[in-house]
T-cell receptor, first 115, second 114 residues
Framework: DSGVTQTPKHLITATGQRVTLRCSPR?????VYWYQQSLDQGLQFLIQ???????AKGNILERFSAQQFPDLHSELNLSSLELGDSALYFC??????????????FGSGTRLTVV | DQQVKQNSPSLSVQEGRISILNCDYT??????FLWYKKYPAEGPTFLIS?????DKNEDGRFTVFLNKSAKHLSLHIVPSQPGDSAVYFC?????????????FGSGTRLLVRP
């Protein structure tokens, strides 16, 4: 158990639907990062939050949004789902907002299947 | 635009031999390079890193080599053990748009045969 909790582990939904993925960071970590891993692709950075505020944006589609709540958990909302959104979505957390990657702790991911 | 590339999707090595995993990058702004290891049904875990001002970093059986002129890095595992069988991701970090961004490669699946 890495200390980063992602729910649900698996999600199957239809095209056009909306889903919410949840991440609870490791205790004490203020930064949360969301990554998407499509088939045979690397982890694509989506977005970072630090202590409730958006810190950095990557290749996040306009149909996707995220937020970090006062208790530091984060949610990734995916709407108007397409088949190509099927992927593993990872959440990571770290203490520092300027972590170079050494302090990232990843959750085990949510596997989203859009049918 | 893949800034970090791992061109070998898989590698099979005999136990006790050396495993060499390769990674190429394109962005000269990267200042740290990291390797992550991922087992099935788990998230990636940090393994070893190297600063762009160094050319080698060693940690036990794991050594990372950096060739800046070629924009190439490699991870050596000696000796390889069956428990090393996993997917290895190369990643690079750079300061972009007021934050460090960690860019990952597509991964290499290592199988160490007993």
């Amino acid at each position: 158990d890495s200390g980063v909790t992602q729910t649900p582990k698996h999600l199957i939904t239809a095209t056009g639907q909306r889903v919410t993925l949840r991440c609870s960071p490791r205790s004490g970590d203020l930064s949360v990062y969301w990554y998407q891993q499509s088939l045979d692709q690397g982890l694509q950075f989506l977005i970072q939050y630090y202590n409730g505020e958006e810190r950095a944006k990557g290749n996040i589609l306009e149909r996707f949004s995220a937020q970090q709540f006062p208790d530091l958990h984060s949610e990734l909302n995916l709407s108007s789902l397409e088949l190509g959104d099927s992927a593993l979505y990872f959440c990571a957390s770290s203490v520092e907002p300027r972590d170079r990657g050494h302090g990232y702790t990843f959750g085990s991911g949510t596997r989203l299947t859009v049918v | 635009d893949q800034q970090v590339k791992q061109n070998s999707p898989s590698l099979s090595v005999q136990e006790g031999r050396i495993s060499i995993l390769n990674c190429d990058y394109t962005n000269s702004m990267f200042d740290y390079f990291l390797w992550y290891k991922k087992y099935p049904a788990e998230g990636p875990t940090f393994l070893i890193s190297i600063s762009s001002i160094k050319d080698k970093n060693e940690d036990g059986r794991f050594t990372v080599f950096l060739n800046k002129s070629a924009k190439h890095l490699s991870l050596h595992i000696v000796p390889s053990q069956p428990g090393d069988s996993a997917v290895y991701f190369c990643a690079a970090s750079a300061w972009m748009d007021s934050s460090y961004k960690l860019i990952f490669g597509s991964g290499t699946r290592l199988l160490v045969r007993p």
